[in-house]
């Protein structure tokens, strides 16, 4: 079935260190969006990118979607405590109309 | 403008029993999607709701169903409960369904 994978599974890194998360899919995504989990709370919506070979900029976060609409990734330059929870990404294979998240990346930084 | 609220927030059940969980989504938008969220299987896409109609829907058992009422509001059942059942039921609203997904805080299901 359609998959939506991401790397790593856990992360842990000294605060300053950068970090990168990696989500790859089966099937070509129409979107793909990234959503962050702080530990004991919900998915939160950071961005959607929609076109091939997409990159976009939220501060010390860089968001790139892959040519061939089958990868994207995640980059936090200089990381801080406050980027501590699990990163998520999620797409619609296909015309399938169902989102299909990855598994997650977790991300811990040490002060 | 209020986000997505989902009633109760936590739930203990036993096996067998049955449970409605409810999803009041943000005001203006059409779509509801239920997720399951585990430690070990993550996200679980259960389904969608739009205009009161099913619209997608996941792997999961006929035990889980759900409907959708014409103020969007949205209610999940899960029927003869099962103790993997033990779950965070996630409940997202969107304005089209495939895009930005607004969470709820959930609902944390336990079975005993």
């Known amino acids: 079935g359609q998959q939506v994978m991401q790397i790593p599974q856990y992360q842990h890194v000294q605060e300053g260190e950068d970090f990168t998360t990696y989500c790859n899919s089966s099937?070509?995504?129409?979107?793909i969006q990234w959503y962050k989990q702080r530990p004991g709370g919900h998915p939160v919506f950071l961005i959607q990118?929609?076109?091939?070979?997409e990159v976009k900029k939220q501060k010390r976060l860089t968001f790139q979607f892959g040519e061939a609409k089958k990868n994207s990734s995640l980059h936090i330059t200089a990381t801080q405590t406050t980027d501590v929870g699990t990163y998520f990404c999620?797409?619609?294979?296909?015309?399938?109309?169902?989102?299909?998240f990855g598994q997650g990346t977790t991300l811990q930084v040490k002060p | 403008k209020a986000g997505v609220t989902q009633t109760p927030r936590y739930l203990i059940k036993t096996r067998g029993q049955q449970v409605t969980l409810s999803c009041s989504p943000i005001?203006?938008?059409?779509?509801v999607s239920w997720y399951q969220q585990t430690p070990g299987q993550g996200l679980q896409f259960l389904f969608e709701?739009?205009?009161?109609?099913?619209?997608n829907k996941g792997n999961f058992p006929g035990r889980f169903s759900g409907r959708q009422f014409s103020n969007s509001r949205s209610e999940m059942n899960v029927s003869t409960l099962e103790l993997g059942d033990s779950a965070l039921y996630l409940c997202?609203?969107?304005?089209?369904?495939?895009?930005?997904?607004?969470f709820g805080d959930g609902t944390r299901l336990s079975i005993l």
């Open positions: 997202a609203s969107s304005s089209d369904g495939l895009g930005a997904q607004h």
């Open positions: 099937t070509t995504l129409s979107n």
């Open positions: 990118l929609v076109k091939s070979g």
């Open positions: 999620a797409g619609p294979p296909g015309n399938t109309g169902k989102l299909i």
């Open positions: 005001s203006g938008h059409r779509s």
């Open positions: 709701y739009f205009s009161e109609t099913q619209r």
